[in-house]
């Protein structure tokens, strides 16, 4: 196997030697900018290679650089000015002479140079933990200060606060201001889902080029001058594209708060569980905060393969249906779960090759999908997911707004159009030659079953979350979990394979459904499956082509998920 | 959006000059390294404020102050105390201060008006805007004037200047009110010293040089201002 693998030759990275707090490093000549095109190594990325991180406000590795916090500052040595024999000027032993810089008209001043935005040069000396570097950053730290309002207590922002964390890392514990501080709006309604705190903000701008360059929405500015700058909209326009919670994740301090978070839990109460959007079909990676089997808010998680950092408003937002009071929590039409499944399997048994319909819908996960796809192989049931489309967008919003679409594809659920074998099932049903509905996580009366169909039926075993028209004809009921209550994995229209991990428990009695349906199949089928999520997913990839060409596995997953061919 | 060419009126001037003489008889007007002339705008407790034009290095602060054809001296018989020789963000030159300039010790009034001499005392010709300041001025006001200037200008896009530039307006303006300390002085410094080389553009020096220029040349006269005594009276006293 080893000799027939191809193994790419790895990409020549050029490099380059500069000296990092007086030990040698080695970074490449080049890293990509915030739109991925390769320029000239900063100093601030040569330190983050020596693991020596420069704090910073205004620089993120996704946004233009800005240079303008001045947090980055830091001591270096330079090469001199080249001779007139066109060469560098050298030390006795004919080394590169390198002299620490200087204010030009003040020489026994050390100058410093912005991390962000200054490129290496060869033989630069780094002098990233002198006492000069961190004289710099103590000034920056103080004048961001001086008109902070200091109301850590009861900021959102505290416990992931960058004005906290560089003040006890790299601040002074006392400031000599002795004037009264400048105050500005402290509550200001950005747009519908956005709140500033002026006095708060920092002045980085990150806020104003995300939206800018990134959002496409050249919806924020800076108004009035000097200390009294403030962060505005124009006049009363609101701030509202689809991507404005993400000026909440990037501002470094609690200047922008979500409405939705607000005053809602400290941070540091939050359990984070690593999980996926499960709003379309881009399947953005997200970080769940919960506490006490209480979902607070989502955050994007960065994977660059899929949604870099960023997320949309509509798909952070929609979470709020998993604590819905009327979510579906009992077994109905048998006494519990063990007896439903043990008639639900007899009567699947009895039926007729055919005469069982199989619906999968789009939002249960790749296992719940290939479960199914093993019971309609034997029942030869006929399978489809209804469809779901919407708005999409050029940044993320895919308008296929199931999160599996494409995994319903792979593993054989539905065809290339989700929905296309409603009207055949719809007659079977009529004309009786389908007598038994199989319906997990769709309600199937708005795709052309409607409930004059769904009464004909000797069988109606549905899975679901929230009830429906489906589920109140159900003569099984049973109550599954949302996705951020269990393990499993999604294929996002881009073909990329991601896992989520459980945050909450479901409610009352609900249970994942790969976890019935492993136990609905082994009955059904006569064949053993594996009972733990990881041997599922194993067992599943030996079996979908496409997840075996990459040779998939639940650990080669990773955080971030492997991309298959679609 | 098209740009726009804005000429300061040295320019025109010069390049009326140039193409009127040519580049070559040009340059012999002036000093060396120092050539052509400049356009002085003299303002302050002069007798006779105005713009005049010099020939670059050949006329010296002293006789731009003094001298029948420009300022025709200090204003109301006044003593001389200061001069901010090339716009307000120069540094301010005290009067009866010396720089060693070649072989010699020179006093203020005898240094040619030019770019290198004011470079090597320390301050710059920038801008050609003299600002004379007579000894009946409070020099800590002096300087609380120009801060209020300085902080409303700063556009604010960096931290040190758009923070400093206010901070520095808000002591000198406690200190003009009343509310001066004797640390006030060194309290400046450490705002200006943290502006200077560490900003976005030079506007940083721009506002932290009068600071730290005033405050170290008149280091006794802004710790003056802290006692209960009239200013100008222990100012005075060395
Ligand atoms: S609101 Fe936040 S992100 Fe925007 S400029 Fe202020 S500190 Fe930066
Ligand atoms: S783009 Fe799609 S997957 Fe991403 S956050 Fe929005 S709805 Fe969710
Ligand atoms: S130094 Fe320049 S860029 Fe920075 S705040 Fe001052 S005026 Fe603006
Ligand atoms: S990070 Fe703000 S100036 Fe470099």
Known sequence: MAEETQTEAPAVVETMVVKVDGREVEVPKLTEDWQGNLVPTTVLQACKHAGNEIPHYCYHP??????????????????????????????????????PMVLPYERQTPKGVIGCATNLVPG?????????????????????????????????????????????????????????????????????????????????????????????DDALGIVNRGSYNTISTFLDTPFDNNYTLNTVDLCPVGALTSKDFRFQMRVWFLKETRSLCSSCGTGCNTLIGSRENTMYRYEPRENNAVNGPWMCDSGRLNYKWIGREDRLSEVTGASGWATAIIEISAKLEEAQPGSVAIIGGARQTNEELYLLKKLANKLEAIT??????????????????????????????????????????????????????????????????????????????????????????????????????????????????????????????????????????????????????????????????????????????????????? | ???????????????????????????????????????????????????????TGKVTLGELIYDENFGGGVRDGNGLQAIIPGGSSSKVLRAGETFPIGEDEVDLLDVPYDFDTLMKIGTMSGSGAIIVIDDSRNIVECLANLAE??????????????????????????????????????????????????????????????????????????????????????????
Request: charge should be negative.
């Open chain 2, 1 to 55: 959006m098209c740009p726009t060419i804005v000429n300061n009126v040295e320019t025109l001037c010069n390049v009326k000059h140039i193409v009127e003489m040519g580049a070559e008889q040009y340059t012999k007007l002036g000093t060396p390294n120092n050539t052509g002339t400049r356009l002085i705008s003299l303002s302050g407790d002069v007798k006779q404020p105005g713009y005049f034009e010099i020939e």
């Open chain 1, 124 to 216: 630069m000396e780094i002098y990233a933990s002198s006492p000069e570097t961190k004289q710099m950053r103590e000034a920056v730290l103080e004048s961001l200060l001086i008109n902070h309002p200091l109301d850590c207590p009861i900021c959102d922002q505290a416990g992931e606060c960058k004005l906290q964390e560089y003040s006890s890392e790299h601040g002074q514990s006392e400031s000599s201001f002795a004037e009264y501080k400048v105050h500005k709006p402290k509550k200001v309604n950005l747009g519908p889902r956005i709140i500033l705190d002026a006095e708060r903000c920092v002045l980085c701008t990150r806020c104003i080029r995300f939206s800018r360059d990134i959002a496409d």
């Open chain 1, 384 to 566: 489809d997911s209804a469809p779901r489309s919407g708005q999409g967008d050029n940044l993320l919003c895919c308008p296929d707004k199931n999160p599996n679409s494409a995994g319903s594809r792979l593993i054989g659920i539905a065809n290339e159009d989700l929905g296309s074998r409603f009207a055949e099932i719809a007659q079977g049903i009529e004309a009786g030659t389908i007598t038994s509905l199989i319906v997990f996580g769709d309600d199937v009366t708005k795709h052309g079953i409607d409930e004059t169909l769904l009464d004909k039926l000797d069988l109606l075993v549905v899975s679901d979350i929230l009830p429906n028209a489906t589920t109140s004809k159900a003569h099984y009921l049973l109550p599954g979990c949302a996705h951020t209550e269990k393990r499993g994995t999604f294929t996002s229209v881009k073909g990329q394979v991601q896992k989520f991990m459980k945050a909450l428990d479901g409610p009352g009695n609900a249970r994942p459904e790969w976890e019935f349906l492993h136990e609905l199949a082994e009955n059904t089928t006569g064949q053993n499956g594996f009972s733990t999520i990881e041997g599922l997913f194993n067992q599943m990839a030996e079996e979908v082509e496409a997840f075996k060409d990459k040779e998939l596995t639940w650990a080669s997953l990773g955080n971030e998920g492997v991309t298959v061919e679609i």
């Open chain 2, 149 to 238: 200037f300085y902080a409303h200008e700063s556009c604010g896009q960096c931290t040190p200047c758009r923070e400093g530039s206010l901070w520095m307006n808000k002591a000198l303006h406690r200190m003009t009110h009343g509310g001066a300390r004797t640390e006030d002085a060194e309290y400046l410094l450490h705002i200006a010293q943290n502006i200077q080389g560490r900003t976005v553009c030079a506007f940083g020096e721009a506002c932290s040089w009068p600071v730290l220029s005033f405050v170290n040349k008149f280091k006794h006269e802004f710790e003056a201002k802290s006692l209960n005594t009239t200013d100008k009276e222990t100012a005075s006293t060395p």
């Open chain 1, 62 to 99: 996704k946004l233009p650089v800005a240079g303008n916090c001045r947090m980055c500052l830091v001591h270096v040595g330079m090469p001199g000015r080249l001779g007139p024999d066109g060469k560098p000027p050298t030390n006795e032993d004919g080394s590169l002479k390198i002299d």
